[in-house]
T-cell receptor, first 111, second 114 residues
Framework: RKEVEQDPGPFNVPEGATVAFNCTYSNSASQSFFWYRQDCRKEPKLLMS???SGNEDGRFTAQLNRASQYISLLIRDSKLSDSATYLC????????????FGTGTSLTVIP | NAGVTQTPKFQVLKTGQSMTLQCAQDMNHEYMSWYRQDPGMGLRLIHYSVGAGITDQGEVPNGYNVSRSTTEDFPLRLLSAAPSQTSVYFC?????????????FGEGSWLTVV
């Protein structure tokens, strides 16, 4: 079983739409959680960390449910520039600071 | 603001050739790692290091060697290239084991083995 699983999509949404991505992780010892964004032929870049209480950064909201071991990302008022692949990332400190990546969810925002 | 620097960006190799992908970071990060990314497979860990002089295998280490003689550098060596090693390679670094640290990536190296 993979450490981190995501729906690969693709999600094709119109501009202005709200879209949500979910991710599940299997290791209950997971300590840190992130969403990364990866543009085509580019490296992954940190979008936001995910905290237990939930956190928001502009149009982006991240939630963590430790009991159910899932993480979510909500994007409101989608922009064309939001088109990218979104990676769910989990850090498990007791595995030597290993980071585990989902395969990514592809988002295309359509004009 | 160099961050994580990888070279070369593009490389074509013939089967059986060897080469080294270079990686350097200037953030004094203890943790460095190499990933390969293939369509539909996501990022897979090849090797990692938690500090100078310490390396360990990841999920897909076969055919690759690494060394960590300094905190800054973490080269990845392909010993005898095979077509199955055609991929995009990312070097990454992070601070030491500590909850909440993020991981930073180099721009990637596109390798084709023919």
């Amino acid at each position: 079983r993979k450490e981190v699983e995501q729906d690969p999509g693709p999600f094709n949404v119109p501009e202005g739409a709200t879209v949500a991505f979910n991710c599940t992780y299997s290791n209950s010892a997971s300590q840190s959680f992130f969403w990364y964004r990866q543009d085509c032929r580019k490296e992954p870049k940190l979008l936001m960390s995910v905290y237990s209480s939930g956190n928001e950064d502009g149009r982006f909201t991240a939630q963590l449910n430790r009991a159910s071991q899932y993480i979510s990302l909500l994007i409101r008022d989608s922009k064309l520039s939001d088109s990218a692949t979104y990676l769910c990332v989990v850090n498990i400190a007791n595995t030597g600071n290993q980071f585990y990546f989902g395969t990514g969810t592809s988002l295309t925002v359509i004009p | 603001n160099a961050g994580v620097t990888q070279t070369p960006k593009f490389q074509v190799l013939k089967t059986g050739q060897s080469m080294t992908l270079q990686c350097a970071q200037d953030m004094n990060h203890e943790y460095m790692s190499w990933y390969r990314q293939d369509p539909g497979m996501g990022l897979r860990l090849i090797h990692y290091s938690v500090g100078a002089g310490i390396t360990d295998q990841g999920e897909v280490p076969n055919g690759y060697n690494v060394s960590r003689s300094t905190t800054e550098d973490f080269p990845l060596r392909l010993l005898s290239a095979a077509p199955s090693q055609t991929s995009v390679y990312f070097c990454a670094s992070s601070k030491a084991v500590r909850s909440g640290n993020t991981i930073y990536f180099g721009e990637g190296s596109w390798l084709t083995v023919v």
